[in-house]
């Protein structure tokens, strides 16, 4: 057996034993790709703006931060779109029932079931304990001042 060959490192079948992405290189995806790489070149691109700015004579500490902000968005950006890959790839299976397709149109509008209502939280309403004559007096002068500008 030769040193480093798969069957001597116990490696049975597949050397890669994860999901491969294969999804991700199908015709619907790479528009996404292809936007992300774009918005990342711009990104990297506008950072290294802001970096010539800060440089300058005129630049200031606001173009040195717009500059590694820049770059920031991009890895955002790519961590973002790696992340809703791998949603899709380990997606749960679909609500949809096979049985919802399965009924009829005729016994669906003979027993229709109405949607449900949504309930408003039962908020009880704020009960005034002690009423307070300090603030009905200074709500009485506002209303006077009001009618004294109405005149």
């Given at each position: 057996?030769?040193l480093?060959?798969?069957?001597?490192?116990?490696?049975?079948g597949g050397?890669?034993?994860g999901?491969?992405?294969?999804?991700?290189?199908?015709r619907?995806?790479?528009?996404?790709?292809?936007?992300v790489v774009?918005?990342?070149a711009?990104?990297?691109?506008?950072g290294?703006?802001?970096?010539?700015?800060?440089?300058?004579?005129?630049?200031?500490?606001?173009?040195?931060g717009?500059?590694?902000?820049w770059?920031?968005?991009a890895?955002?950006l790519?961590a973002?779109?790696?992340r809703f890959?791998?949603?899709?790839?380990?997606?749960?299976?679909?609500?949809?029932?096979?049985?919802?397709?399965?009924v009829?149109?005729?016994?669906?509008?003979?027993?229709?079931?109405?949607?449900?209502?949504?309930r408003?939280?039962?908020y009880?309403?704020?009960?005034?304990?002690?009423?307070?004559d300090?603030?009905?007096?200074?709500?009485?002068?506002l209303?006077?001042?009001?009618?004294?500008?109405?005149?």
């Amino acid at each position: 057996m030769e040193l480093g060959s798969r069957r001597a490192l116990g490696v049975l079948g597949g050397a890669y034993r994860g999901g491969v992405w294969r999804f991700a290189l199908s015709r619907r995806w790479w528009v996404g790709h292809v936007l992300v790489v774009t918005f990342c070149a711009v990104f990297v691109r506008l950072g290294r703006w802001q970096w010539d700015r800060a440089q300058s004579s005129t630049g200031d500490w606001q173009n040195l931060g717009y500059a590694l902000q820049w770059p920031l968005f991009a890895v955002v950006l790519v961590a973002a779109w790696a992340r809703f890959l791998w949603l899709e790839q380990y997606r749960g299976p679909e609500t949809e029932s096979p049985q919802a397709e399965t009924v009829e149109p005729e016994t669906m509008l003979s027993s229709p079931t109405p949607p449900p209502v949504p309930r408003r939280p039962a908020y009880p309403p704020i009960r005034e304990d002690d009423p307070d004559d300090e603030l009905a007096a200074y709500n009485a002068y506002l209303a006077r001042l009001a009618e004294q500008d109405r005149c």
